[in-house]
């Protein structure tokens, strides 16, 4: 089974700083996705990739298949920027049932 | 835009009770998932359907079942709710293959087992 660790747990930054959330896994995978979750539950989708980089507003997000690592950036930072962040990944050939595995996620306080 | 619905937001049942989860999907999706998320542990797979009537389990099975009668429903039972499964609840629904094409969340269940 893939693990999947994210770095930092918990970041607080002030408003308009420069964020970068890390994730790594330990098989190779077809796709990962980084999710973000706002106090309430609510979990949207932000991205989906397996090469390359991908840019959405101010989110970008970057992915190097051999180093197995991810990152989310989030530049010019705002208070509503501020939910958890959860990467998951699918292995070739599943990752359990539903083929995803997820990390346990980065919480992010943005101050203003 | 795909939507995705819970039948409670909030829910407080007493130990032993036999507890529901329903829910709805509007998008003809094939897989419907069951999760729960806890802190510190991320969210984890309880269930999984591919189709109607076909499940699988996922990580902690241990004292759910599901039912996928429709393609649009996709209900999560407790059978004899413990305090254990205080906890929130979240269905997801994506088109086939499962983790190829990205998950739709509903808005979530907090459960409190007493």
């Known amino acids: 089974k893939n693990e999947v660790e994210q770095s930092p747990q918990n970041l607080t930054a002030q408003e308009g700083e420069f964020i970068t959330i890390n994730c790594s896994y330990s098989?190779?995978?077809?796709?990962l996705h980084w999710l973000q979750q706002h106090p309430g539950g609510g979990i949207v989708s932000l991205f989906m990739l397996s090469s390359g980089k991908k840019k959405h507003g101010r989110l970008i997000a970057t992915i190097n298949i051999q180093e197995k690592h991810s990152s989310l950036h989030i530049t010019a930072s705002h208070p509503r920027d501020s939910a958890v962040y959860i990467c998951a990944v699918r292995t070739f050939g599943g990752g359990g049932a539903d083929g995803l595995t997820f990390g346990k996620g980065t919480h992010l306080i943005i101050q203003p | 835009d795909v939507k995705v619905t819970q039948s409670s937001r909030y829910l407080v049942k007493r130990t032993g009770e036999k507890v529901f989860l329903e829910c709805v999907q509007d998008m003809d999706h094939e897989n419907m998932f069951w999760y729960r998320q806890d802190p510190g542990l991320g969210l984890r797979l309880i269930y999984f359907?591919?189709?109607?009537?076909?499940?699988e389990k996922g990580d902690i099975p241990e004292g759910y079942s599901v039912s996928r009668e429709k393609k649009e429903r996709f209900s999560l039972i407790l059978e004899s709710a413990s305090t254990n499964q205080t906890s929130m609840y979240l269905c997801?629904?994506?088109?086939?293959?499962?983790?190829?094409?990205?998950?739709?969340f509903g808005p979530g269940t907090r459960l409190t087992v007493t």
């Open positions: 098989v190779g995978i077809s796709a």
């Open positions: 359907s591919y189709d109607v009537k076909m499940k």
């Open positions: 997801a629904s994506s088109l086939n293959p499962p983790g190829v094409y990205e998950q739709y």
